[in-house]
């Protein structure tokens, strides 16, 4: 560890090799599922990927979004979960039993936060269509907000033109990473709105119990939800996640042909992420990791150090080598403030897609004077 840190510290390129070579158990994915993600979000490490970018029709799985947007109007007091909605007779004469359903009638008066169950529990179409009217009085309105959601969180490769992912001829599409984006700023942004509104195995209104198709959540061990999807035109779709000891993963899955394919795949495939990776520490939080090049600073260079502890999975028995490099746009014009984020450590692992970290300074630089910034320039031209 000590030769690892004084690489870092000279910003160049560090290679490890791990344990001892072997072959390490294969990811347990069906090949016919076309598009495929396993990604430790506690760290940004992909550990499996099959086409993650690869723009796919979501489904059902549109309903997280539709989540998402509602606990960002809790969060901000727009919306209440309290706040009951009169069903309109429109709305169960275009909604009542339309595909997936929470069964709402004309005259009930669901609250807020029981539409919320109704789309994350049961997938209701009409729940979530009734949440849209219910927060903002206007479907276009709704995915006007679901759309500037998306690009807030940088989901480069997804559009969305429905509020509960029935077919509409094309308007909506998603990709693997960016469902992944959206689940971990589902868990680390809302985690109390995640626990309450995700992860139940039934709903029961008006009498009509529905079961949730989650197919791990009860049996993953610390697995919480999110939400399948199915249509003829997306097949089989799944985006779910589990966390144990502080360690969360994501799965998606997309495009299966069998519904008992794509969950038997989402288990075994988290099942594997937790037990054939074996999490090491390279950095600790506050270490240092290396130095960036300040710019009309009173020092030439400012220490970097770890935010969080930095942590890969390496695969159990493999001899999978980890190189890491320092990253950042310099040299960083000052003053820099201690704590702020002005660089990243990009960590590659064989075999897989390289993920980044982030580093902060670890102390604060002023800016330089006149007299500060000749000197500066002077010991910068000779070396």
């Known amino acids: 560890m000590n030769r690892l840190r004084s690489i870092w510290s000279a910003a160049v390129l560090a290679v490890l090799c791990c344990a001892v070579p072997a072959n390490p158990a294969p990811a347990p994915v069906d090949p016919a599922i ?142 693997a990473q960016d469902l992944a984006l959206l689940a971990e700023a589902l868990v680390t942004r809302h985690p109390d709105l995640y626990r309450r509104y995700f992860g139940h195995r039934t709903l029961t209104w008006n009498g009509i119990t529905q079961r949730n198709h989650d197919p791990i959540t009860g049996r993953v061990r610390g697995a919480d939800g999110i939400k399948t999807g199915f249509t003829n035109e997306a097949g089989n779709t799944f985006l779910g996640s589990a966390e144990r000891d502080g360690r969360r993963l994501v799965v998606v899955l997309a495009g299966a042909s069998d519904a008992r394919v794509r969950d038997r795949t989402a288990r075994d495939l988290l099942v594997w992420g937790f037990s054939d990776f074996i999490l090491q520490v390279l950095a600790a939080q506050g270490s240092e990791v290396g130095h960036a090049k300040v710019q009309n600073g009173v020092v030439l260079k400012v220490p970097l150090r770890a935010s969080e502890d930095v942590t890969i999975g390496v695969a159990s028995g493999s001899s999978d080598e980890v190189s890491t490099t320092i990253r950042y746009h310099g040299p960083i014009a000052a003053p820099i403030a201690e704590g702020q984020h002005i660089a990243d450590l990009r960590i590659e692992i064989a075999g897989q897609p390289p993920f980044d970290v982030p580093l902060e300074a670890a102390e604060s630089v002023a800016e330089a004077g006149l007299l500060q910034r000749i000197r500066n320039g002077f010991l910068g031209f000779f070396g």
Request: proline share 5%.
């Open 34 to 175: 076309p598009v495929v993600l396993l990604k430790d979000i506690s760290n940004g490490q992909i550990l499996f990927a099959r086409e993650a970018e690869r723009r796919f029709v979501p489904a059902s799985v549109v309903k997280t979004m539709t989540a998402y947007t509602a606990f960002e109007l809790v969060k901000e007091g727009r919306i209440r979960p309290s706040t009951p909605y009169l069903i309109t007779p429109d709305l169960q004469d275009n909604w009542y039993a339309n595909g997936s359903n929470m069964f709402l009638r004309s005259g009930d008066r669901p609250t807020i936060g029981e539409l919320i169950l109704g789309a994350t529990t049961v997938s209701g179409n009409d729940a979530s269509v009734a949440l849209a009217m219910a927060s903002v009085g206007s479907l276009d309105d709704w995915i006007d907000l679901m759309n500037a959601n998306a690009r807030d969180l940088g989901m480069r490769n997804t559009h969305f033109g429905s509020v509960n992912g029935l077919p509409d001829e094309g308007r909506t599409f998603t990709s």
